[in-house]
């Protein structure tokens, strides 16, 4: 995994990925320690039949203990370089706390718009003016349309005492 697909992750999630390669190689320890233990015996038989005189049969048990080197030098480096990925990793997690820690503004948008009412208008759902705002325009239009009426009154007045 590279580091953007981790940073992708949240903190939970990735602290689950960590363990997971942590006990995968916990496995690869255990794993080593085994083939040191089978190594131990077969390099006790490779002694043991040369002291006896058994060329052909210490040769066997070389050409084993070979492979068996050969099979834990692989672990050996599949398990380092797990680790130092594993390094790595860990040390991107300050920056999923700093992100978790971090505000979301369209959250925060969402939390205040409900603190406020304002969502539970469906018009400001849906674009339109929140309650207070759309109280204010009805406001403002009835205090022009008492205007304007008074002012036809009295131009009405106006025109019946001239004429």
Same mark, same amino acid.
């Given at each position: 995994?590279? !580091?953007?697909?981790?940073? %992708?992750?949240d903190?939970? $999630?990735?602290?689950?990925?960590?363990?997971?390669?942590? *006990?995968?190689?916990?496995?690869? #320890?255990?794993?080593?320690?085994?083939?040191? =233990?089978?190594?131990?015996?077969?390099?006790?038989?490779?002694?043991?039949?040369?002291?006896?005189?058994?060329?052909?049969?210490? =040769?066997?048990?070389?050409? @084993? %203990?070979?492979?068996? /080197?050969?099979?834990?030098?692989?672990?050996?480096?599949?398990?380092?370089?797990?680790?130092?990925?594993?390094?790595?990793?860990?040390?991107?997690?300050?920056?999923?706390?700093?992100k /978790?820690?971090?505000v !979301?503004?369209?959250?925060?948008?969402?939390?205040?718009?409900?603190?406020?009412? !304002?969502?539970? #208008?469906?018009?400001?759902?849906?674009?339109?003016? $929140?309650?207070?705002?759309?109280?204010?325009?009805?406001?403002? *239009? /009835? @205090?022009?349309? @008492? %205007?304007?009426?008074?002012? %036809?009154?009295? @131009?009405?007045?106006?025109?019946?005492?001239?004429?």
């Amino acid at each position: 995994m590279d !580091d953007a697909e981790f940073l %992708a992750l949240d903190l939970e $999630s990735a602290r689950d990925y960590l363990l997971a390669w942590a *006990t995968t190689i916990k496995r690869y #320890d255990q794993d080593i320690a085994a083939l040191d =233990e089978t190594l131990g015996t077969w390099r006790s038989r490779v002694e043991l039949a040369a002291s006896k005189g058994q060329a052909e049969l210490s =040769e066997a048990a070389r050409a @084993k %203990a070979g492979e068996l /080197e050969a099979q834990r030098a692989g672990l050996v480096m599949e398990k380092d370089g797990l680790s130092r990925d594993l390094s790595r990793l860990k040390e991107r997690i300050p920056y999923l706390k700093a992100k /978790e820690r971090s505000v !979301d503004p369209d959250k925060l948008l969402a939390e205040l718009q409900v603190l406020t009412g !304002d969502v539970l #208008d469906p018009a400001a759902a849906e674009g339109s003016l $929140s309650t207070p705002a759309l109280e204010r325009e009805l406001e403002k *239009t /009835e @205090k022009q349309a @008492k %205007a304007e009426d008074a002012l %036809a009154e009295l @131009k009405k007045r106006m025109g019946e005492g001239t004429a």
